[in-house]
């Protein structure tokens, strides 16, 4: 009896110490993913309190989704983006152990963290009030956080010299760019300029440079690197440009062409190149693929010679867009692809 009476009473203690401590069974069955993924959800799995663990408890008790990742360097990089970035309806939160009561690190849509290289490490989007929303998860180990995710780097001879530009994804403490030019064979690399960065952003930005010095009819390499704001300096991107390979001058100018553009596929910019042998009215419209037109980029009188107008696609969907030219006689149109 006192055998039966001791059984009930521990039994009876270890659920009231269960139902006191805090429960990570929704944390500790996650999906294991590798540095490098980047992948979609809908934070429609499992239900606990993060508060439970210490992390910012302001409501945020709804459904989640759990990963796991093996950390293989030292610095981690992870960014969560959905369709509605300006509402609060999701967040991210990091933890070091299921079952440890504390967190390692949240935010809404950037973590730039220093891990331990062998752990594990588990990465909950936890929504409020149960919301489904669709989203993306993107993982990046390395030895050192990369300045920038670049998504394009492009070189185009002008009149004035050549015209760089360049789209990145984000940028984690990135102080500045520095273009850097060479001529093959000729002259090694130098530094020709730098543009401003934005320390740490997790949206897309467009930059541009315009290099003056080539000489008409040589070939040039370019590099960008990113210099973050410690001084670790990256090479992200390359570009090479002959001068005298496109109708620089207005004189050579001899037709009505739309050239095309620069970068294609884009993300979320590109440039529109196209020419006209004299000045003339027209209209550069931008159609969607069902054939809706989606803006008018610029419309008037051009002067002869050939002509840049950028298309900023930031607040568009990813997609096949067609560009369209035309005057009183005479339409071109073309393909390009925003890949977002």
Not at 140 to 145: A, I, K
Request: charged share 20%.
């Amino acid at each position: 009896m006192r055998l039966s009476k001791f059984l009930f009473v521990a039994a009876a203690i270890i659920v009231w110490v269960g139902y006191l401590a805090p429960s990570a069974h929704a944390w500790c069955d996650p999906i294991d993913l590798p540095c490098g993924a980047s992948i979609s959800g809908t934070s429609l799995e499992g239900h606990d309190d993060i508060s439970d663990y210490n992390c910012d408890s302001d409501h945020w008790y709804g459904k989640a989704d759990v990963y796991r990742v093996y950390a293989s360097y030292d610095s981690m990089l992870i960014t969560l983006d959905w369709s509605a970035p300006n509402d609060d309806r999701l967040r991210m939160f990091v933890l070091s152990d299921c079952n440890q009561n504390h967190c390692i690190a949240d935010d809404a849509h950037f973590l730039a963290l220093d891990v331990e290289v062998g752990q594990d490490y588990w990465i909950i989007v936890e929504s409020k009030r149960d919301n489904n929303v669709a989203y993306t998860l993107t993982i990046v180990c390395s030895d050192h956080p990369l300045p920038v995710e670049l998504t394009s780097f492009a070189a185009v001879p002008a009149t004035d010299g050549v015209h760089l530009s360049w789209v990145v994804a984000s940028e984690l403490n990135n102080s500045y760019f520095e273009i850097d030019r060479e001529q093959p064979d000729v002259s090694p690399w130098e530094q020709v300029g730098t543009v401003n960065g934005r320390g740490t952003a997790p949206s897309a930005a467009s930059y541009a440079y315009i290099d003056p010095a080539p000489t008409a009819g040589a070939t040039y390499d370019y590099r960008l690197l990113a210099v973050a704001e410690d001084g670790f300096r990256e090479v992200v991107g390359h570009a090479s440009v002959t001068m005298g390979s496109a109708n620089t001058d207005p004189a050579l100018v001899t037709g009505f062409k739309l050239q095309g553009n620069y970068p294609n596929p884009f993300n979320p910019s590109t440039m529109i190149r196209f020419d006209v042998a004299e000045a003339m009215p027209l209209t550069l419209d931008i159609y969607d693929v069902t054939g809706r037109l989606t803006t008018t980029l610029a419309s008037g009188v051009f002067a002869a010679g050939p002509h840049e107008v950028m298309f900023d696609a930031a607040a568009y969907p990813s997609g096949v867009y067609f560009a369209r030219l035309a005057s009183e006689s005479q339409k071109q149109m073309f393909k390009m692809m925003l890949m977002k």
